[in-house]
Structures are given as structure tokens and as C-alpha cells.
């Protein structure tokens, strides 16, 4: 009786089993031998088949691969590329942002004196009109004017003059309080504001500021400096402008009074 092969479990080992089983003289009249050769030759074609599906399905992964590398390539690069812009734009809206803040300081202030100039102040009195009403605390208004100050300019030049305006500028702003306001009205004219002050107050304070124009030295000046003040008391309700009026009354009747006064 012939000995029964063991069965290989791995299907290669099988493969060569039953190739070696067909190759067998021994075996040749055995009838299963046919339909063993017909089933070897289809699992030999099944094979074929199996490795070139696996052979396309490599293919296709490593297509795929490629293309999600190329694909992420570009994510980053233009993540890389937005995140580039971004900051370009953060810098050119603080850079923005910074114009817009000294074009707002320029328009603003006076260039000569630094100190606010007469839309500033307009901004400020309209501010302040609102709170003197909202509190009921009215603000006492100066107009102060350098006294013969065309003589300043016509004996030692207009920019002497421009020095002795920034000494008076200074003197004014120095005098103050710190939470009053001032100004350059125009020419030789500044304009104080002072919140919730009465006007025995603001007389006080515009003495201090008129002092304080009188101490200033200039090597090139001579003569001394004086300058007047008209002041008005703001009326609950009434329009800045009525102030205004009344303050430029006043400073009228200083310097028809006889300059280096204090009106109002
Ligand atoms: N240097 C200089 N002078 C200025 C400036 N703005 C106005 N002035 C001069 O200020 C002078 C003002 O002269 P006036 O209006 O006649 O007044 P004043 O000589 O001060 O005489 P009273 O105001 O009557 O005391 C003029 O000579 C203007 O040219 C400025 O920015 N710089």
C-alpha cells in the first residue's frame, strides 16, 4: 500500500507537492491525475491573474502616494505663502496705523509751537461745552494776545519772532494746570480753556500765565514781553461761539485799556 503524503499547509509547498505527485510515474494510470493537472493549471492561471492585481494596486498606491505628497507639497507651500502675506499685511496695517496717527498729530497741532493748533481746539471746546452742560460746571474761556508783537518781528526778524512765539507757547503751557487746555489760536493769539473754573479762578491762573510771559529772556530781545487776556465765562446752554465773543470783547478792551491786562 503506498505510504499518504503529508499535505504541505503553506499553498506553495502544496504546489510543489502536487507538482511532484504529477510528475510521479508511480501515479501515471491514477485517474484523479487529470482533474489535478486541470486544477493545478487553473490555480497557476489564478496566480498570474492575483499577481497582476497586486502589481496594478502597487501601482496605483504609489500613484496615490505621490499624489498626496505633491498634494501636501503644496498645502504647505502655500500655507507658507498666505502665512508670509499675512505678516507682510499685519506690518503694512501697523505701518498704516502709524501714518494715520501722526497725519492725525499733524493735523492736529501747531508745527511751530507744538502746541494744539485752532481745529484742536474747536474739537476740545465742543467737548467741553458737552460736559460743562452735562455737569453744569461751566468753563471759563482766555484769549490771550502778545502785545506789539508786529515790533518784535519788524526789529529783529520774523525769526526771532518764531522763537519768542515758542517761549510764549511754553510759558503758557507751563503755567497751566494740568488738566486746563491751551492752544494756538492763530498768529500771535492763544486760547486757554479752563474746566469748571469760575472766573475769579481763571483770573488767577491767567495772572500766573501773564507772569510767566513777562519772565521769559531771549538773548536777542531787549524788550520785554507782555501780553493781554480776555476772559468770558461759559453759560449753561449757550453756543461755544458767544463765549468765544464775549472772551474777544474782552481782550479788545484789555489792549484798548492800555496791553498787559486781564479783561472779563
Ligand atoms: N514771526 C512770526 N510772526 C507772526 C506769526 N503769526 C503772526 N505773526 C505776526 O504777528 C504780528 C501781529 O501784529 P498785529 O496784529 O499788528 O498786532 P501787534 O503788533 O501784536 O499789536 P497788538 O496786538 O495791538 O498789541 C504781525 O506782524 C504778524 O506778522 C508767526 O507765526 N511768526
Known amino acids: 500500500m503506498l505510504e499518504r503524503p503529508r499535505l504541505a499547509h503553506d499553498e506553495d509547498e502544496l504546489i510543489v507537492q502536487v507538482q511532484a505527485l504529477l510528475a510521479d510515474p508511480a501515479h501515471q494510470g491514477n485517474p484523479l491525475r487529470e482533474p489535478l493537472a486541470h486544477l493545478l493549471g487553473c490555480n497557476q492561471v489564478h496566480q498570474a491573474q492575483l499577481r497582476r492585481l497586486i502589481r496594478i494596486s502597487d501601482g496605483y498606491q504609489y500613484i496615490s502616494r505621490r499624489q498626496q ?88 526778524g520774523h525769526e526771532a519772532g518764531d522763537t519768542a512765539l515758542c517761549a510764549i507757547a511754553q510759558a503758557i503751557a507751563g503755567a497751566l494746570r494740568e488738566y486746563d487746555v491751551c492752544g494756538r489760536w492763530g498768529g500771535e493769539e492763544f486760547l486757554i480753556l479752563m474746566p469748571e473754573t469760575p472766573l475769579d479762578f481763571a483770573r488767577q491762573i ?36 458767544d463765549t468765544l465773543n464775549r472772551a474777544d470783547a474782552a481782550l479788545l478792551q484789555a489792549k484798548t485799556h492800555g496791553r498787559d491786562r486781564i479783561e472779563g
Open 206 to 241: 491767567a495772572q500766573r500765565v501773564s507772569q510767566s510771559i513777562k519772565a521769559i529772556h531771549l538773548e536777542f530781545l531787549d524788550i520785554g514781553i507782555s501780553a493781554s487776556v480776555g476772559l468770558s465765562v461759559y453759560r449753561l446752554g449757550e453756543r461755544f461761539s
Open 69 to 156: 505628497e505633491s498634494l501636501e507639497h503644496q498645502y504647505d507651500r502655500q500655507l507658507h505663502r498666505l502665512e508670509k502675506l499675512a505678516r507682510i499685511s499685519d506690518r503694512y496695517q501697523n505701518s498704516l496705523r502709524e501714518l494715520s496717527e501722526t497725519l492725525k498729530q499733524a493735523s492736529l497741532h501747531d508745527p511751530l509751537t507744538g502746541l494744539g493748533n485752532r481745529r484742536f481746539l474747536m474739537e476740545r471746546l465742543t467737548q467741553e461745552t458737552e460736559r460743562a452742560n452735562r455737569k453744569e460746571s461751566p468753563y471759563t474761556l482766555g484769549i490771550l494776545d502778545v502785545d506789539r508783537f508786529k515790533a518784535i518781528n519788524d526789529r529783529f
